[in-house]
């Protein structure tokens, strides 16, 4: 049953506000720097119109659809979000079990505080991709490559924007202020430095005994692997050492797609990290363009995250020529607000939006949205 008083994604933010410990909700809902991309990744939705065509729709709409050749009831999935055991109890197998009602994919993080076997365990028909970085130490790369593959995991993201972290410059950023919140107790879940390096498994034998007695150094080691100075070199070898499709997220120009299609991935996100990387940055859906018109013919498919928070925004990504949309902090609204059924309500809501903007616009297959739906405000010119 619908959430009363709930009639747009946005309210679930609302919803949430008190469930769970300030800094954690800040550590959501910030930005880097001056938050000009967090901001703008959503605004930039507004400044693309819809352009519909009348007496075109049918009854039945078909929005079912194939990713890296695998099913998905309607073209959105999950993004890779950190700290979900932070936000419930049940954490990434709450959001993996929606993900498996919706028939949509999910992509785990590496942050994620429950291990890759733990997930795909509670969701076992879930269609999961796993998301990792180009560690600077190639055996946790390839530890968690296989660990995928023997889990059942359909596909691999490479987070590529992340060769140093992003700067804040307001609320939580580091393990020290979670120490500081908590003190010496060390809430199930919670607390970052014990819990958020569950799945680095297969690093030196010092980071495993440091694991065993819960080590702060472990949060170091993690953020220091995350944080590598990769090149294309490095996606190649990782391309090597598996068959699963690699998708790279965090391309955001033509000059990158080019290199990503140079380097025969399968898979594109159009990815501005949340806003929480470099600040200043184009709005995903506003870099999309430039990625799509690169990569077209080459068969990599596209996709994009950042600022999603309507079926109609779904619908203005995939007219400009994404294959699907991912979602980060409306899911954890979802999963915070009630778990499964939280997370469940919000892929339902985008779903129902989603299928009433293709019936207005005038669309009933994915086939018929094309870039002549939308136009950019820069473009408009009225004529009297």
Known sequence: MPTGGVSCVADFEKLIEGKIPEFLADYYATGAGDEQTLVDSKRAFQRFRLRPRVLSSETEIDVSTHLQGQPVSFPLGIAPTGY????????????????????????????????????????????LWMQIYP???????????????????????VTVDSPAAGLFTRSFRSGDEVKKHFGDQKPRGVFFIYHSVVNFQGGTEEILRAKSTGDEYLYTYAKNQSSSAATWEDIAWIKSITRLPI???????????????????????????????????????????????????SGVEVYMD????????????LAIGAKAVFI?????????????????????????????????????????????????????????
Not at 344 to 368: A, I, P, Q, W, Y
Request: glycine share 10%; proline share 3%.
């Open 247 to 297: 998708i790279l997220k965090g391309i955001l120009t033509a000059e990158s797609a080019r290199e990503a299609v140079a380097c025969r991935v399968q898979g594109i996100i159009v990815s501005a990290h949340g806003g929480r990387q470099l600040d200043g940055v184009l709005a995903p859906i506003e870099a999309l363009p430039e990625v799509v018109n690169v990569v077209r013919g």
């Open 306 to 317: 950042g600022g999603v928070r309507s079926g109609r925004d779904i619908f203005k990504a």
């Open 135 to 157: 560690f600077r130490d190639r055996r946790n790369t390839v530890d968690m490559i296989k660990r995928a593959e023997q889990s059942g995991f359909k596909g691999i993201v």
């Open 84 to 127: 979900q055991g932070a936000c419930h109890p049940d954490g990434d197998k709450a959001t993996a079990r929606a993900a498996d009602r919706a028939g949509i994919i999910m992509i785990v993080s590496t942050y994620s505080f429950m291990t890759i076997e733990e997930i795909a365990t509670a969701a076992p028909k879930a269609l």
């Open 328 to 384: 980060g902090r409306p899911a954890i609204w979802g999963l915070v607000y009630n778990g499964t059924d939280g997370v469940t309500e919000v892929l339902d809501m985008l779903k129902h939006e989603f299928v009433n903007t293709m019936s207005l616009v005038g669309c009933n297959r994915l086939e018929d949205i094309n870039q002549s739906f939308v136009q950019h405000e820069s473009q408009l010119v009225c004529k009297l």
